[in-house]
């Protein structure tokens, strides 16, 4: 089943992470893909621990996307792309029950990725695999193809108000 986290609120990758953390107490095997993040997170050292979950991100932090470079988005581009293929070749090898694709719409809205492979990817999840998106504004074409669709909305938040992120909560 294809599920999608969304909206404009705080909590879409911890929904995703909840769901992981469920999986893997079950030993179900979860591939957790995380696009435009490069930073250590505090969720990172968590899923460490678990042999159950395994996590692919890019090799470094590129930096938010209004102020990177072309040459910047290149580099990110073709580092989403080999997380694609690596995520397929997993699917397909039978090694994944729960994948996760952190921060997908974004990556796609954005270009960041190959939308084709993408597509493909979504559409073509073997049966009996779930598949998590989470981010903001997804394609109609996802929307459609989901089972599950959670909109996250932003009530309140202490950004908003000068608090910056908090490690432990935020990061």
Not at 69 to 87: D, Q
Request: with cysteine.
């Amino acid at each position: 089943m294809l599920h999608i986290y969304c909206g404009d609120g705080k909590g879409k990758t911890t929904a995703a992470l909840g769901l992981s953390l469920r999986a893997a107490g079950c030993g179900m095997r979860v591939h957790f893909v995380q696009f435009l993040k490069g930073s250590p997170t505090s969720e990172l050292a968590a899923l460490a621990r678990l042999p159950e979950i395994t996590v692919l991100r890019c090799d470094r932090d590129y930096g938010f996307t209004f102020s990177m470079t072309p040459e910047t988005k290149e580099k990110l581009t073709a580092c989403h792309n080999a997380m694609l293929a690596a995520a397929m070749d997993r699917l397909y090898a039978g090694g994944t029950d729960l994948l996760v694709l952190d921060e997908f719409c974004a990556a796609y809205n954005q270009g960041l990725l190959d939308r084709e492979l993408a597509a493909r990817l979504v559409h073509g999840c073997p049966a009996g695999t779930e598949l998590v998106l989470t981010g903001r504004d997804p394609a109609p074409q996802f929307l459609e193809a989901a089972d599950y669709i959670s909109e996250i909305r932003a009530v309140r938040h202490p950004y908003t108000s000068g608090i910056p992120a908090r490690r432990g909560i935020e990061f």
